[in-house]
């Protein structure tokens, strides 16, 4: 069965700064999905970022983009030009391409962003 | 405007009694999921479906009940709740088929069980 381990329960950056946050899985599949959610406090999931694992390019949106290690099954989001609206929980998923419908979350990194 | 709903938002309830948290979709989404978040194990699945009358277990479906006879709706029913049901609940859908892999998520349901 797949994992997905967020080693990290909490970290923090400072307003402007960069931050990486981590997130390793455990899969015996050669195709399948990543993805990085955002949780602020209204607790509304919103997807950040998404992986396809076929694809060698890491996957970047605006001040978010990932670390894809395949061989190391690692997925790290690096936040860049950190804002106080980055605060939040962060979870990272994996999705296989045979089951296509449920998503495996990591247990979360509580993000800070002090000004 | 594309979204998923869930109703009730926050529900405090006693041992036993039966209660039902609604999803609906306006996307005519064929995928639809219930996961529940716990904290320090993030988000676990609890039943999923692929379409009308078509419902499936996921990884913590003890104590749960779905039905799915509609395309937009895919209610979940807690027939006798108990305290370790307490937690963060959610919908989520999805369109099958091609590169449509995000899933929406609804507002999540925040239930306590006394």
């Known amino acids: 069965a797949q994992t997905v381990t967020q080693s990290q329960p909490e970290m923090s950056v400072q307003e402007a700064e960069t931050v990486t946050l981590s997130c390793t899985y455990d899969?015996?599949?050669?195709?399948?999905?990543l993805f990085w959610y955002k949780q602020p406090p209204s607790r509304q999931m919103i997807l950040v970022i998404r992986?396809?694992?076929?694809?060698?390019q890491n996957a970047t949106e605006n001040r978010f983009s990932v670390n894809f290690q395949k061989a190391a099954k690692s997925f790290s989001l690096k936040i860049s030009d950190s804002q106080l609206g980055d605060a939040a929980m962060y979870f990272c998923?994996?999705?296989?391409?045979?089951?296509?419908?449920?998503?495996?979350f990591g247990t979360g990194t509580r993000l800070q962003v002090f000004p | 405007e594309a979204q998923v709903t869930q109703n009730p938002r926050y529900l405090i309830t006693v041992t036993g009694k039966k209660l039902t948290v609604t999803c609906s979709q306006n996307m005519n989404h064929e995928y639809m999921s219930w996961y529940r978040q716990d904290p320090g194990l993030g988000l676990r699945q609890i039943y999923y479906s692929m379409n009308v009358e078509v419902t499936d277990k996921g990884d913590v479906p003890e104590g749960y009940k779905v039905s799915r006879k509609e395309k937009r709706n895919f209610p979940l029913i807690l027939e006798s709740p108990s305290p370790n049901q307490t937690s963060l609940y959610f919908c989520a859908s999805r369109i099958s088929g091609g590169n449509s892999y995000e899933q929406y998520f609804g507002p999540g349901t925040r239930l306590t069980v006394t």
């Open positions: 992986q396809e694992a076929y694809k060698q």
């Open positions: 998923a994996y999705r296989s391409t045979y089951n296509t419908d449920k998503l495996i």
């Open positions: 899969t015996s599949e050669s195709d399948y999905y």
